[in-house]
């Protein structure tokens, strides 16, 4: 496992990577970046995302396919902030926190209602709803409690 504060460094890189182009740097990209051979950057990166596990690298690769609450691949969660659409989000709950990576910032996210197709847009700054379309707009996990599902973990 690489030393904690370089892992700490790439993290960084990452995100700010994902905030200032709307894709996630090449670990080629990272090891330049941070003075590191190419292998070091891969292995590195592969420490981060085994240190980071809502993240994950496109399965055989080493390609980072999604870095919450960023996705490197298009979803249907697509984000806009200063006035652009670059962004995408991993999930609807992921996307509501991508208002801290652009402080003072409106941050857009428009998707599909997963239910009805319909569109649903929310706008955020500082970690507040600020518009909604539709203003009755409620969000779910598709995900059932109870006997059928057992006891969750984490309950």
Same mark, same amino acid.
């Given at each position: 496992?690489? #030393?904690?504060?370089?892992?700490? =460094?790439?993290?960084?890189? /990452?995100? =700010?990577?994902? %905030?200032?182009?709307?894709?996630?740097?090449?670990?080629? #990209?990272?090891?330049?970046?941070?003075? $590191?051979?190419?292998? #070091?950057?891969?292995?590195?990166?592969?420490? %981060?995302?085994?240190?980071?596990?809502? &993240?994950?690298?496109?399965?055989?690769?080493?390609? /980072?396919?999604?870095?919450?609450?960023?996705?490197?691949?298009?979803?249907?969660?697509?984000?806009?902030? =200063?006035?652009?659409?670059?962004?995408?989000?991993?999930?609807?709950?992921?996307?509501?926190?991508?208002?801290?990576?652009?402080? &003072?910032?409106? +941050?857009?996210?428009?998707?599909?209602? $997963?239910?009805?197709?319909?569109? +649903?847009? %929310?706008?955020?700054?500082?970690?507040? /709803? %600020?518009?909604?379309?539709?203003?009755? +707009?409620?969000?779910?996990?598709?995900? &059932?409690?109870?006997?059928?599902?057992?006891?969750?973990?984490?309950?």
């Amino acid at each position: 496992m690489a #030393e904690p504060r370089l892992m700490d =460094r790439m993290f960084q890189r /990452i995100m =700010r990577g994902l %905030v200032e182009t709307g894709r996630a740097p090449h670990y080629a #990209e990272l090891a330049r970046a941070l003075g $590191l051979s190419t292998e #070091e950057g891969r292995r590195t990166l592969h420490d %981060v995302m085994q240190a980071y596990p809502i &993240g994950w690298l496109h399965p055989e690769t080493d390609y /980072i396919a999604s870095f919450p609450p960023l996705n490197n691949l298009p979803t249907q969660y697509r984000i806009s902030a =200063r006035g652009e659409q670059r962004w995408f989000a991993q999930c609807g709950f992921e996307a509501t926190s991508v208002t801290w990576l652009f402080p &003072g910032e409106t +941050v857009r996210i428009d998707a599909p209602c $997963l239910d009805c197709g319909d569109p +649903v847009t %929310v706008e955020m700054r500082d970690g507040r /709803i %600020v518009w909604l379309d539709p203003p009755e +707009v409620v969000g779910h996990l598709n995900y &059932g409690f109870g006997a059928s599902r057992g006891k969750p973990q984490f309950l």
